[in-house]
């Protein structure tokens, strides 16, 4: 499959993750490098609420236009293994965020149709039992990034989780771990100094009123992103 972007090997992470999420368009995406981000995320296969979805050919021209060394990432809410191979292959990621309940099995048959592509799988902190669930995810996948959800949402939530779970999380599994979830530039570096994720990923927090990204607000959130230590190299 014709897969663009950067290959994370399984659990190893060079540097901290600092990721935006919800990329609607090139300018947001190139606006939010310059701002200092290194990972762009763009929901794409939706099936829950989100404002800020984007077309797989929209996403394909984004990933066409980054800079070298910049990750992009589809998140998608699909389930089925060939249709998010599919989406990889077309839109050109090498890294695949899956933010719905996918089963272990189809992580496997997902893996055997893209061996090449980063797996991302989300773990939605709502209580002791996203303990046990990260680390059955975390047998399957590359990293794990550590969400609040709500009724609506898988996402893009603006709320805060437990961040002490999350902490735990990062603790119990060997692949890195990125805090999301209600973070914005005020309370990022609190989060930080909680959880000592390998990174960090924020989507609402990081808007002007209008859903648009504010690179001030992108470059401040970047600015602490740059304080966290990866130290993966746990083969």
Not at 103 to 125: S, Y
């Amino acid at each position: 499959m014709g897969i663009r972007g950067v290959i994370i090997p399984s659990r190893i992470l060079m540097k901290p993750v600092i990721k935006v999420c919800g990329i609607q368009n090139l300018g947001e995406a190139l606006g939010s490098v310059s701002a200092g981000a290194n990972t762009i995320g763009m929901l794409v296969g939706l099936t829950h609420l989100a404002g800020d979805g984007i077309t797989p050919e929209t996403a394909k021209e984004i990933v066409s236009a980054l800079p070298k060394g910049i990750r992009p990432v589809i998140v998608t809410h699909l389930t089925d293994p060939e249709k998010i191979a599919r989406l990889a292959e077309f839109t050109g990621v090498s890294t695949i965020q899956l933010h719905d309940d996918i089963q272990i099995p189809d992580m496997k048959k997902l893996r055997a149709l893209v061996p090449c592509v980063t797996l991302i799988k989300a773990v939605h902190v709502t209580g002791e039992e996203s303990v046990t669930n990260a680390v059955g995810y975390a047998e399957h996948a590359d990293m794990l990034v550590l969400d609040s959800r709500t009724k609506d949402r898988l996402g893009g939530t603006g709320k805060t989780h437990d961040w002490s779970i999350s902490s735990r999380i990062v603790s119990a599994v060997k692949i890195p771990g990125i805090l999301a979830g209600g973070l914005t530039p005020e309370n990022v570096a609190e989060a930080i100094k909680t959880v000592r994720p390998a990174g960090i990923d924020a989507n609402s927090g990081l808007e002007h009123p209008d859903g648009s990204k504010d690179f001030s607000k992108v470059r401040e959130f970047a600015a602490a992103g740059r304080s966290l230590k990866t130290n993966f190299n746990q083969t």
